[in-house]
């Protein structure tokens, strides 16, 4: 059996704000670079302005906008209005505590809650890098929100396995593989078959039949992966996130034949048409309110997923694809309305085993590939 070498963490993407990625100066960082303190690491959460790093020994650093650090940490959650520390308590309890960015984790936090884990799941293989479960307690009754009322208690039939928070919407991931969403739907971020908000998490219907492993919500868009490793997509694609034809990339690059508007039968919303290969016109996908299956090169089984402002990763057996926005590790600036694999660590041997991403910004957990 070959046997895998510990890992490392990679980032790319935005650090206009100085939050490490790798050894990257300037602005951005187009490829993949090795974090400086990235085999300590176990994991990551990124804001726009900064990213907290939590390690193996149970410290909390922050980098960029925000800087401080704080020991005795099991877990950490960042937004640009909240931090969320999860810190060791006496016996089973853990002591949740929210920070304001800038506090540098000295003083007072803003508000603390004591809270009974429930029992602790095995990590995947490769778990040691596995993204923590904040902003979900442990507790699994209740989530934390970066606006008031920031302690939200779940209703206890949802037996709530994964949580995750949009910009306007939240997803959440049963102990039955059930997703239900809820919160702002104008960008067909809830997968209802609407543009219509919902106040209380309601089971997506589409999905029904089907067992999920996991989901992300993306800054207005959203995604799961099946326990046979499917992907499903939907919400807003204006920067082609959904891997769906997107009009602003059909105009950088072809003619725009005409303008349409409208619903297509599965109620995905489009926006204009252009040309595709026989000259007949073809639809360009603004607003995708039902899940889309996603066809992955090559047929790939997906593992693990992550979402960004306006950016889609995922982590497949064969390796490591990303979907659109800004700076997706391919080398350059170039956004896609495709998954194309980041080949940095095929070329360097590497098997990707998480993946996180931040708003502007990509971290990922590699481990370089053992030999038989």
Known sequence: MAEERPGAWFGFGFCGFGQELGSGRGHQVHSPSPLRAGVDVCRVSASWSYTAFVTRGGRVELSGSASGAAGGCRDAWAS?????VLRAGPGPEALLQAWAPDSALRGEPLWAHNVVPEA?????????????????LPCARAYVSPRPPFYRPLAPELRARQLELGAEHALLLDAAGQVFSWGGGRHGQLGHGTLEAELEPRLLEALQGLTMAEVAAGGWHSVCVSETGDIYIWGWNESGQLALPTRNLAEDGETVAREATGLNEDGSQVKRTGRVEDGAPAPFIA??????????????DAVKVSCGSRHTAVVTRAGFTLGKYGQLGHEDTTSLDWPRRVEYFVDKQLQVKAVTCGPWNTYVYAVEKGKS
């Open 120 to 136: 602790v799941e095995e990590d995947d293989p490769g778990g040691e890098a596995q993204i923590g479960r904040l902003p979900l």
């Open 80 to 84: 640009e209005g909240l931090l969320l």
């Open 287 to 300: 607003v995708q309110p039902f899940p889309a299956l996603l066809d992955l090169p090559l047929g790939s």
